[in-house]
């Protein structure tokens, strides 16, 4: 290519970058109107629900070379960037960072949001509950480890919010200074990142090797580039952010690994159209209690994603997931008459079927 082809393509580029931030700047404009008539009915800043509405109506409109993803990455950006001018959002995770939950966290709330990073899902909801952090990321299940107990008994404690899901692909890597595995001595890790690579560990022998269970991944990375002979299950990120050579990528046993989080504050969302609802269900002894409950949400047609019991200071509860708005015809009515057995955790758009 000739050098003023080149320039031409380049100057149109800055072009089309100059109308870009023009049009940037008047949405901010937009946005922090909408900001001020929130201030003053005291509603929510982050309404997923519209955000999702946003993305929904340019993927159909969309005639260009951008996907949903891109969209997707683009916009959410966009929007993060613009509530954090309104209010600058302070979002506590499961850290450290560089974890699987700090990954879920940036991926909804961008780079400009401000970052705290908490070790224990139990002192994540405390920092919601007592405002120092706007929003919350925790874990809720696993596809190859099931659910979270600790998230589970704080929703039961805290009186916090779902309003979000995210389901993030899992994705492991053997990391470590050894050139070679059979050099390997050691194994950092988090248990159930242990558990996701079992095959991966026979299959090459390093089931045999002395694996040491630690609070997280990211962690396990911080010791294996300090410690010879080691080695680390961690995200890619966590090795990269440390300095660890990578060994092997991708080395989950399931080739679907995910985990769902939920994203936790202190206000409800409106419906969207395309909602799932999380409740818990505290039952009495009466026998058949739950298969009551059960039966009016199948004849209202509503439609279950989930049932997980679960023990909650020596009493058996539920964590059910139904598709659908706490609001919704049909389902307001069911969620009332059930209202003393029942604790609503949250309705908020329906990313993912089941994981
Ligand atoms: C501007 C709003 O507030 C936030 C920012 C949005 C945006 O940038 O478009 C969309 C939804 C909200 O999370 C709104 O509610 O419309």
Same mark, same amino acid.
């Given at each position: 290519m000739s050098e003023a082809g080149l320039l031409e393509l380049r100057n149109k580029l800055d072009n089309i970058d100059n109308e870009l931030l023009k049009l940037i700047n008047e949405r901010m404009e937009v946005v922090h109107q909408v900001g001020v008539l929130k201030a003053h009915s005291g509603g929510a800043i982050y309404r997923p629900e519209r955000e999702k509405a946003i993305i929904d109506r340019l993927e159909s409109l969309n005639e260009g070379k951008l996907n949903r993803a891109a969209i997707e990455a683009l916009?959410?950006?966009?929007?993060?960037? %613009?509530? *954090?001018?309104?209010?600058?959002?302070?979002?506590?995770?499961?850290?450290p960072e560089g974890s699987f939950t700090h990954q879920a966290a940036e991926g909804r709330f961008g780079a400009m949001s401000s970052y705290v990073s908490i070790s224990s899902i139990k002192g994540i909801f405390r920092e919601v509950d007592t405002k120092k952090a706007r929003f919350g990321v925790v874990p809720i299940e696993n596809s190859s480890n099931g659910i979270v107990t600790d998230t589970i008994n704080c929703l039961n404690k805290y009186n916090l919010k779902i309003i979000a899901e995210v389901v993030l692909d899992i994705h492991h890597t053997l990391a470590s200074t050894c050139d070679k595995v059979e050099d390997i001595k050691r194994i950092y890790s988090k248990d159930i990142a242990f558990e996701q690579c079992r095959k991966f560990l026979a299959n090459f022998g390093l089931d045999e090797v002395e694996q040491i269970p630690i609070e997280s991944t990211t962690k396990a990375a911080k010791i294996a580039i300090n410690e010879p002979g080691s080695a680390a299950i961690c995200p890619h990120v966590g090795a990269k952010l440390n300095n660890l050579p990578i060994l092997f990528e991708n080395i989950e046993d399931k080739d679907n690994n995910r985990?769902?989080?939920f994203i936790i504050s202190d206000f409800e969302n409106g419906q969207s159209g395309n909602d799932k609802t999380s409740i818990l269900v505290k039952l %009495?002894?009466?026998q058949g209690a739950l298969v009551d409950f059960l039966i009016d949400f199948k004849n209202a047609g509503v439609n279950f994603t989930k049932i997980k019991s679960?023990?909650?200071?020596? *009493?058996s509860i539920f964590f059910i997931d139904f598709d659908g708005h706490k609001d919704d015809d049909g389902i307001k009515e069911i969620l009332d008459k059930h209202k003393d057995s029942i604790k609503i955790l949250g309705s908020y758009v329906k990313e993912i079927h089941d994981i």
């Open positions: 916009f959410l950006e966009i929007f993060a960037i %613009s509530r *954090n001018l309104e209010l600058p959002e302070n979002v506590a995770y499961l850290g985990t769902r989080f %009495s002894d009466k679960h023990i909650a200071e020596g *009493n």
